[in-house]
């Protein structure tokens, strides 16, 4: 039996498109807002891992275990970026975040690690996920980063298929 976990990769030869959508914008994690920004983060997190698993819902708690792990492994940087509705009717600030990815990034060997990409079950198929990581592929383009990894679960299709039509590759696949 295979690995559950199958690791992707993506060697940006090329500036990637800007993000843009009609519908969402991306914003970095404010860190000047952490609580409410955490509740937002955990919010996503623990919807889309409820539909995959039983297990318990994450707390702020293991959010800053999850997180100082990820700071110790890739020292140079960490980056939480977010997907917000827009709307004309409502004004902006009032609207949750509906999807998130975060990265790791290791400056010294030209490194992006993207660890969690999620998105809320109302908002998918409508190129959220594609908008949050081009968000991340320009930001690695900004700064000279040759090599993007991450890691899927074999078991979640939609996942392997969206990071093959975005260029990532396995090892198999090179």
């Given at each position: 039996m295979s690995h559950p976990i199958l690791r992707f990769s993506k060697r940006p030869?090329?500036?990637?498109?800007?993000?843009?959508?009609?519908?969402?914008?991306?914003?970095?994690?404010?860190?000047?807002?952490?609580?409410?920004?955490?509740?937002?983060?955990?919010?996503?997190h623990n919807a889309v891992l409820s539909e995959r698993s039983r297990s318990r819902a994450w707390t702020a708690e293991d959010f800053y275990r999850e997180f100082s792990s990820f700071s110790n492994a890739c020292p140079s940087r960490y980056k939480i970026w977010f997907a917000v509705r827009v709307s004309?009717?409502?004004?902006?600030?009032?609207?949750?975040?509906?999807?998130?990815?975060?990265c790791c990034f290791d400056n010294a060997k030209?490194?992006?690690?993207?660890?969690?990409?999620?998105?809320?079950?109302?908002?998918?198929?409508?190129?959220?996920?594609?908008?949050?990581?081009?968000?991340?592929?320009?930001?690695?383009?900004?700064?000279?980063?040759q090599h993007i990894t991450l890691t899927t679960l074999r078991t979640w299709p939609e996942a392997v298929n969206f990071y093959r039509r975005r260029?990532?590759?396995?090892?198999s696949d090179e």
């Open positions: 030869t090329e500036a990637p498109p800007s993000p843009a959508h009609l519908h969402y914008v991306v914003r970095e994690f404010d860190v000047s807002h952490i609580d409410s920004e955490i509740d937002h983060w955990l919010a996503i004309l009717d409502i004004d902006e600030s009032d609207h949750a975040p509906v999807g998130t990815i975060s030209r490194l992006a690690t993207i660890n969690w990409l999620a998105v809320s079950a109302a908002h998918r198929r409508r190129g959220v996920a594609s908008l949050l990581t081009l968000a991340v592929e320009n930001y690695c383009w900004e700064r000279s980063v260029a990532y590759q396995t090892a």
